[in-house]
């Protein structure tokens, strides 16, 4: 790994929010970055770059500007292919998040083959968006949904894995490389290999990794592979959903429309070429050549810097913290295990009290069940607070944090 | 050290909230939740000739909203249910020092006024399942609209 401290130091300049102020003249200190993440100067340029200079539909018209906005378009497309290590750049469909992608998978692949008495396996600390997809689809065709436990230190307990599959009723094991409550990162490679083995298909959320480390779609050998843009300093209401090639040509349409149709006839329509067949309607053009910007900064920062940068603060981080008075810090304490996302609670004092508070000294974090009720109840909370890094935070905003949190503990008498 | 919301009086309120539990056979039990943050509060009333003769309450809410369930609780055990019915938001709140609240957090007013919602919206159920006559009813339902 190189060196970070050369292409971070100077990091925060590029992101304008970064120099606002809150809360009468705090200084912004954000850290709520598994939920979204800030946009660079660069990103900003490009969509207003795109509208003031090249605003056109894309993949109709044959004049100058709707050339250079499907070139910019499907050039984006080509920049996730290689970003990823993805060989077929018709296995990248553009959708409007992570959300959307699963949805995609449960409603044209989920409806095609989920028969009844078959078994979709999750996870305890899967976000809504990989559970209610399942439900929905498992009550519509009598199938059943299975959970993969969590153990106290914020780990899979695989075994339970292994029971499902000696079934030989399941169809899918869908499951998030990063909780985006505990950071904890999965053992991607050994459930995908499990799964290989048994002729599972399986889906990865890939919402909270992809920004945070480096992610080889070949080399992991999932069929299904979803994440959203906001999340790695792109634009909202852009994500990536990558379906194997082989599986995708299996698939029904998800919307019917525009573009990803070939021919319409009254009563009967042929499909267009993967992966256009399930891009229905004109595209969030402008956000797509955002996300062209923001994979540019990242791969100029380098993923490698990023993970370590991140193992230094959480490492930082989690030892202060583990000094505050009454906290509770959840899962595991091995770096390399976790990314940088640190749930933690206060004694009796609810996480919104909390959250309140360090929102007077101008700092960011969230409070609540974070889209992972399953996972608050298998921890017996109702809801965590959390705070969550990027390249942007330093150990100074760590501090802040810090200074803040004892301030609840003196307040509540902790 | 002093905080404009977390004063002393708000966190002993909320540490040793009155009326906090359960009541065998309650008159009107009424849960609401404030998906937000997940507050969630059940509040169980027994009446008596129109009285509220007991109170409890209990589920998971974070301090303000403990506090503010604590005095509600409070003010109405006792009360007729016309003095329930009428009771204001500004009442509960003064007594926690908490009416800047409604101007300066309308994420926090949520918190303070969840226990206020729910004894409202449990009150006028029962009203409403003791009235036959379907105009009143359906004027029950007019005001009970524009409680807020």
Same mark, same amino acid.
């Given at each position: 790994m190189q060196s970070s401290s050369v292409s971070l130091?100077? @990091? %925060?300049?590029?992101?304008? @929010?970064? %120099?606002r102020t809150v809360r009468d003249g705090k200084p912004l200190v954000y850290l709520d970055n598994a939920s979204t993440t800030q946009k660079p100067i660069q990103v900003i340029n490009a969509i207003s770059d795109y509208y003031t200079n090249h605003n056109a539909n894309i993949h109709?018209?044959?004049y100058a500007l709707a050339e250079e906005a499907t070139e910019a378009y499907e050039a984006t497309r080509d920049k996730i292919a290689k970003f990823l290590n993805i060989k077929n750049r018709e296995e990248v469909i553009f959708v409007r998040g992570t959300t959307e992608g699963i949805n995609l998978v449960a409603y044209a692949w989920g409806r095609q083959h989920i028969k009844e008495g078959d078994i979709i396996v999750t996870t305890e600390y899967e976000h809504h968006s990989n559970i209610v997809p399942w439900q929905l689809l498992t009550k519509e065709k009598g199938a059943k949904l299975e959970y993969i436990g969590v153990d106290d230190n914020g780990e899979l307990l695989l075994d339970q894995l292994d029971s499902y599959l000696k079934t030989g009723k399941v169809k899918l094991v869908t499951f998030s490389q990063m909780s985006n409550v505990l950071g904890t990162i999965s053992n991607t490679e050994e459930i995908i290999n499990k799964c290989k083995q048994a002729g599972v298909k399986t889906l990865i959320d890939g919402a909270q990794s992809v920004p945070h480390m480096k992610v080889d779609i070949e080399k992991l050998g999932c069929d299904f592979f979803a994440f959203s843009a906001h999340k790695m300093l792109g634009p909202t209401g852009v994500g990536i959903l990558w379906v194997r090639k082989s599986v995708l040509e299996t698939m029904e349409p998800f919307h019917g429309g525009g573009d990803m149709i070939r021919e319409v006839h009254k009563y009967e329509t042929t499909w267009n070429d993967l992966p256009y067949k399930f891009?229905?309607?004109?595209?969030?053009i402008a956000d797509v050549i955002g996300f062209s910007a923001a994979i540019d900064y990242l791969t100029k920062i380098g993923m490698d810097t990023i993970r370590k940068h991140e193992i230094d603060l959480t490492k930082y981080a989690l030892e202060k913290m583990s000094? @505050?008075?009454?906290i509770t810090l959840y899962g595991t304490k091995d770096l390399l295990k976790r990314g940088g996302v640190i749930s933690f609670n206060f004694h009796d004092v609810h996480p919104h009290d909390v959250a309140t508070i360090v929102d007077r000294d101008g700092i960011a974090i969230r409070s609540g069940h974070h889209c992972a009720q399953v996972l608050m109840e298998r921890l017996e909370v109702a809801a965590t607070n959390r705070a969550s890094f990027y390249i942007y935070n330093t150990t100074a905003d760590v501090d802040k944090l810090i200074k803040s949190l004892e301030k609840v503990a003196e307040l509540f008498k902790l | 050290m002093s905080d404009p919301i977390y004063t002393e009086i708000i966190i002993d309120e909320a540490r040793?909230?009155?009326?906090e539990g359960i009541l065998e056979n309650p008159d009107i039990s009424q849960h609401d939740a404030?998906?937000?943050?997940?507050?969630s509060i059940t509040l169980q009333m027994k009446v008596n000739d129109d009285t509220i003769s007991d109170i409890k309450w209990h589920g998971n809410g974070c301090t303000i909203c403990k506090a503010c369930t604590s005095v509600l609780t409070q003010l109405i055990k006792g009360k007729d249910l016309t003095y329930a019915k009428n009771l204001k938001k500004e009442e509960i709140l003064s007594e926690l020092g908490l009416e800047h609240l409604i101007r300066q957090s309308p994420v926090r007013i949520k918190c303070a006024l969840l226990s206020l919602k729910t004894l409202k919206l449990g009150l006028y159920t029962y009203l409403a399942k003791k009235i036959e006559n379907s105009t009143s009813f359906d004027n029950l339902k007019e005001e009970a609209s524009k409680l807020y």
């Open positions: 130091e100077n @990091i %925060q300049k590029d992101f304008p @929010i970064l %120099q109709r018209a044959v891009e229905a309607g004109t595209p969030n000094q @505050i008075k009454g | 040793n909230a009155q009326n404030n998906p937000m943050c997940g507050d």
